[in-house]
Nanobody
Framework: QLVESGGGLVQPGGSLTLSCAAS????????VAWFRQAPGQGREAVSC????????HYTDSAKGRFTISRDNNKNTVYLQMNDLKPEDTGVYLC????????????????WGQGIQVTVSS
């Protein structure tokens, strides 16, 4: 099971750090991706990280503003989001799989329930 935390309401230009924690298994063995689902839109990849943390990928909207990282000792993956914009608003979901997809898009075995991020003044 994956559980996201750290979402909420933030003003444009603000920052949030999302966490994705695993229970019942060792997240270190899995690649992890973050997805966003905006209201009325489909799910889109935001960023992903390989199981060892060596490889990462960011979509164009996240490059330069978001940082993905992992602490395998805490069984947790993080998404640091800076300079947030209204278009970053949506439900953020983390997903894990044995396979690291270089563009983050692919089948993922485990999914979290998602957490709301709202960027608004």
């Amino acid at each position: 099971q994956l559980v996201e935390s750290g979402g909420g309401l933030v003003q444009p230009g603000g920052s949030l750090t999302l966490s994705c924690a695993a229970s019942g298994y060792t997240l270190a063995a899995y690649a992890v991706a973050w997805f966003r689902q905006a209201p009325g839109q489909g799910r889109e990849a935001v960023s992903c990280i390989s199981n060892g943390g060596i490889s990462t990928h960011y979509t164009d909207s996240a490059k330069g503003r978001f940082t993905i990282s992992r602490d395998n000792n805490k069984n947790t993956v993080y998404l640091q989001m800076n300079d947030l914009k209204p278009e970053d608003t949506g439900v953020y979901l983390c997903a894990a799989d044995w396979t690291y997809y270089s563009n983050c898009v692919g089948e993922h075995e485990y999914w979290g329930q998602g957490i709301q991020v709202t960027v608004s003044s």
